[in-house]
């Protein structure tokens, strides 16, 4: 074969690869998504843990990064809001358990897309995923004060944080600053405790304990002794 038709065929391979590879590129750049749930995301929370046979921590480090990649990502802002909470909670309802993907995702609502108001629901699912955890209710409590102005709330939620091991003392103290310059009264927060937290779940058992208890003071107690 002269060597002007090799060249010529070549060229035209060569051609024809990088005319697919552009439409190709071109395609996937049109049906590219953003924010989307990680693959088994759809499962049902006791199939995934069957399914990942007892490893359920892999999947959560897994779907984590996932999420992180977009969360991250610049052209979030483009994103409905409403897309991405609703992803979120699709993550968040196999109850991960890594505190900065409920606070990370907190924050994204928050600041960088302006809805704060998503946070909440994001934060109960953390408070059910890790109840022990004070970071994930302090972020809350952040919300509520600094973006939605609801001292109650607030209140609440920081009260949750100061309760949890190994928790800041400051954070009571904020409670306490908190509660009187808004002149709420204990009975308040613990009536929205009662209305965010179901009494049968974890949490709510936490909640019951003696830091959130209102009990009787001590010289009532001995007027009533015979």
């Known amino acids: 074969m002269p060597k002007a038709i090799c060249f010529l065929v070549l060229a035209l391979g060569f ?29 049902p929370p006791p199939l995934l843990k069957v399914v990942t046979l007892g490893h359920k921590g892999l999947y959560d480090d897994f ?17 409905d809001p409403q897309v991405v909470f609703q992803t979120l909670q699709e993550i968040a309802a196999h109850e991960i358990k890594i505190e900065s993907f ?8 928050a600041l960088e897309l302006n809805q704060p108001q998503y946070c909440e629901p994001i934060t109960l699912a953390g408070t059910k995923a890790m109840p022990e955890s004070w970071r994930i209710p302090f972020t809350q409590g952040f ?4 973006l939605l102005g ?3 709330k607030a209140a609440a939620f920081l ?3 100061s309760s949890r091991p190994g928790a800041p003392s400051h954070i009571g103290k904020r409670v306490d600053r908190l509660m009187a310059g808004k002149n709420l009264s204990r009975k308040q927060m613990l009536q929205v405790l009662e209305t965010l937290i179901p009494a049968d779940s974890k949490m709510g058992a936490l909640l ?7 009990r009787p003071h001590a010289d009532s107690q001995r007027r009533r002794q015979p």
């Open 159 to 161: 009260k949750i944080a």
């Open 63 to 79: 779907a984590n990064i996932w999420a992180l990649q977009f969360l991250s990502d610049p052209r979030l802002k483009d994103e």
């Open 15 to 43: 051609g024809l690869v990088g005319f697919t590879t552009t439409r190709l590129d071109e395609a996937a750049r049109e049906n590219f998504q953003l924010v989307t749930a990680p693959p088994l995301a759809n499962l």
């Open 150 to 152: 609801e001292p109650l």
């Open 102 to 109: 409920y606070m990370l995702s907190c924050f994204v609502m």
């Open 208 to 214: 019951l304990e003696k830091n959130l208890q209102t």
């Open 143 to 146: 919300i509520f004060t600094s």
